[in-house]
C-alpha cells in the first residue's frame, strides 16, 4: 500500500475536507494514474449526504477522472507511463457474466464502483477521484486521445467519464438520430451533455428546463428549441410530437406532462435517480399510444471508448468551470440550486492548496 491525499465526506452533514489514506500497489494488470482533473457529478452529492442510504464513511467521491500514467504493472499490454488516460464510475467487474460478456459491466452483479464499493483486491472501500492518484485494472482504463492534451481541453474532457457516456449511450440504444425529435430534460451536468450528442446525431433536440435564464446557452450549447417545463402553455405545443425523450434532473419531478409529449411507441427514459420517488405514474399516459418508460446506467467500458473516440472525432467536450479543491462545498450549494454552467471540474493541481 502506498499513502496517498484527498478530499473526503466524513457524514453526511458536515463539508468535505482533506483525508490522507492508503491506495493498493500495483497489481500485475494496474494502472497507477496521477490524477490531473475530476468531474463533480450530482450522484458525489447524492452519495456525500447519503441519500441513497448506502453511503460509507470517509467518502472520497469522483468517477470523472482525467490523468496521466505513472506506472503500469508486469502484464499491462494497452499504456505506459505518459498516456493519458481516463476512469469513469466503473473500476472492476466479474468478467464471465452476461453483462460482462456483452460489455455491458455496469450491469454485473459484481461490478466495483470507483468509491463507495468494495475493492477487491484490499477488501475495502474504493476512493474515487477527489484525490493525488488513483489505482486501476487495465480493462477500466479509458485511453484519450492526444488532440484533448492542452490542459483546459483535459479538464473538459473529464465529464465525457460519467456525464457524457450517461446520456450517449440511451441515444445510442434507442438509435436517436436525424428525422427524430428529441427532448433532453433538465439543463445541468447530464443535461448539456445530452443536447450536445442529439445536436450531434442530427436530431431535432428541444431542451426542457426549469431557468428560463439558460435559454441561450441552451441555443448555443445545440438545442433547436427550449421549453421552460413549468409554462402549461408552452408544453401543450408539444403534445405526441416526440421520438423519444431523456430526463436527466436530480429532483423528484411529474413524468405525466413528459409522456403527453410523445408519440406512438415513443420512450421517456430516466437517468436521473432522486431521493425520493417521483409522483405516480397514470396508466394511460403509457397505454393509450403505447408508450414506454425507461431507465439507463451509465455505460460499458466498450461504448464508453467509442464515446471518447466519438467526442475527439467531432470535437465534442463539455462546458466546465475549473474550480480548486477547496472550492467543493460552494460548488455542492450551487448545483443544488441548479446553478451549473455546466460541469464543475476539480484542479487537482490545487489538492492541498
Ligand atoms: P446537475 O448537474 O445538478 O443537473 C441537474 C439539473 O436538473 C439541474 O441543472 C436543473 O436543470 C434540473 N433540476 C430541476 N429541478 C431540480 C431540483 N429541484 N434539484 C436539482 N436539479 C433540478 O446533475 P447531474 O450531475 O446532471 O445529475 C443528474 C441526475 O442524474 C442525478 O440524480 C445523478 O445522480 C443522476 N446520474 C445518473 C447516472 C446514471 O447512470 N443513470 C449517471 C450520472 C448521474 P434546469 O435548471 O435546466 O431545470
Ligand atoms: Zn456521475
Ligand atoms: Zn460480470
Not at 32 to 56: A, K, P
Not at 67 to 86: F, H, M, N, S
Not at 325 to 342: F, H, T
Amino acid at each position: 500500500m502506498f499513502k496517498t491525499s484527498g478530499y473526503a465526506a466524513f457524514d453526511p452533514r458536515s463539508p468535505l475536507g482533506p483525508f490522507e489514506f492508503e491506495r493498493r500497489d500495483l497489481q500485475p494488470t494496474d494502472v497507477r494514474i496521477e490524477i490531473l482533473y475530476c468531474g463533480v457529478c450530482h450522484t458525489d452529492i447524492h452519495q456525500v449526504r447519503n441519500e441513497w442510504g448506502e453511503s460509507v464513511y470517509p467518502i472520497v467521491p469522483g468517477h470523472e477522472i482525467v490523468g496521466r500514467v505513472v506506472g503500469v504493472g508486469t502484464e499491462v499490454k494497452k499504456y505506459q507511463a505518459g498516456d493519458l488516460v481516463g476512469v469513469g464510475c466503473l473500476v472492476d467487474s466479474c468478467r464471465y457474466c452476461e453483462d460482462c460478456e456483452d460489455d455491458l459491466e455496469q450491469f454485473c452483479p459484481h461490478a466495483v464502483f470507483t468509491y463507495n464499493s468494495l475493492d477487491k483486491h484490499t477488501g475495502k472501500v474504493t476512493y474515487g477521484g477527489y484525490s493525488r492518484e488513483i489505482v486501476v485494472e487495465e480493462r477500466f482504463v479509458l485511453c484519450i486521445s492526444d488532440k484533448f492534451a492542452a490542459p483546459e481541453k483535459l479538464a473538459a474532457v473529464a465529464p465525457l467519464l460519467c456525464a457524457g457516456i450517461t446520456t450517449y449511450s440511451p441515444l445510442r440504444h434507442w438509435n436517436v438520430g436525424k428525422g427524430d425529435k428529441v427532448g433532453i430534460v433538465g439543463l445541468g451536468g447530464l443535461g448539456h451533455m445530452g443536447v450536445k450528442w442529439a445536436h450531434a446525431f442530427g436530431a431535432h433536440t428541444v431542451l426542457f428546463t426549469t431557468s428560463p435564464n439558460k435559454k441561450e446557452d441552451a441555443l448555443r450549447l445545440g438545442a433547436d428549441e427550449v421549453v421552460v417545463s413549468r409554462n402549461e402553455e408552452e408544453m401543450k405545443k408539444h403534445v405526441r410530437s416526440f421520438d423519444f425523450i431523456l430526463n436527466t434532473v436530480a429532483a423528484p419531478n411529474d413524468q405525466n406532462p413528459l409522456l403527453a409529449l410523445l408519440k406512438r411507441d415513443g420512450v421517456l427514459c430516466l437517468v436521473g435517480v432522486p431521493d425520493h420517488p417521483h409522483p405516480p405514474i397514470h396508466a394511460s399516459a403509457l397505454v393509450l399510444y403505447r408508450r414506454s418508460l425507461a431507465g439507463s446506467l451509465i455505460g460499458g467500458l466498450k461504448e464508453t471508448q467509442e464515446m471518447l473516440d466519438f467526442s475527439a472525432e467531432h470535437d465534442i467536450v463539455s462546458d466546465i468551470e475549473l474550480i480548486a479543491m477547496p472550492k467543493i462545498n460552494q460548488a455542492y450549494e450551487r448545483m443544488l440550486k441548479s446553478d451549473v454552467k455546466y460541469r464543475f471540474v476539480i484542479d487537482m493541481a490545487t489538492l492541498g492548496a
